[in-house]
């Protein structure tokens, strides 16, 4: 099964036409990551914070009804990293099939800087623009936090901005249980 086959029909379209593009400006992007187990998204936002962060978000999704979400940072387990996501498990489009992660060929391996240039141009800055010229969301043209490899569906950073803390946490029991 490709990355591509677990997102939702009508992202999965825009992100084939997304790599398309990028391959005809001459920028090979591969998907590395669609849908995403809310644990294995509780192990990538556990390594980059400490024993005291964790503690304390298990403790408040645990207060605020959300025991699944807590236990998927806990079975995730202690991990160190660096810091490659603000979203705790359910507040990442990867969970609700909305979000690809992509990494830049060059010569055939994989280039994950963002400085690095070629034809003068730096493939995830394509990629970004081209992201933005479809109408979804590319990680690399936030604001604060830049996720270059990242493209979403939404423009709401999680879906926490549709959805309360208990569904999303109901949600996620359902689908990841």
């Not at 379209?13 to 090979?28: I, P």
């Not at 192990?43 to 914070?49: D, E, N, V």
């Not at 590319?138 to 803390?165: I, R, Y």
Request: hydrophobic share 40%; aromatic share 8%; with cysteine.
């Amino acid at each position: 099964m490709s990355v591509l086959d677990s997102l939702v029909p009508a992202f999965r379209d825009k992100v084939v036409q997304l790599l398309a593009n990028c391959k005809a400006a001459g920028y090979e992007m591969q998907p590395t990551a669609g849908l995403r187990h809310p644990v294995e998204q509780g192990k990538l936002w556990r390594q980059s914070r400490t024993k005291a962060e964790v503690d304390a978000k298990i403790a408040d999704l645990q207060a605020h009804g959300a025991a699944f979400l807590a236990d998927c940072i806990i079975k995730a387990g202690p991990h160190n990293g660096d810091h490659v996501t603000n979203s705790i498990p359910g507040l990442s489009w990867h969970q609700w099939n909305e979000a690809v992660d992509c990494v830049w060929i060059v010569n055939g391996k994989e280039e994950w800087s963002v400085s690095k240039l070629v034809n003068g141009k730096n493939g995830y800055h394509v990629y970004a623009d081209e992201a933005k010229k479809l109408g979804l969301t590319a990680g690399g043209l936030w604001s604060t936090f830049k996720d270059w490899p990242h493209v979403q569906l939404h423009s709401a950073p999680s879906p926490a901005g549709d959805f309360s803390l208990q569904q999303i946490n109901d949600t996620m029991k359902r689908r990841f249980s």
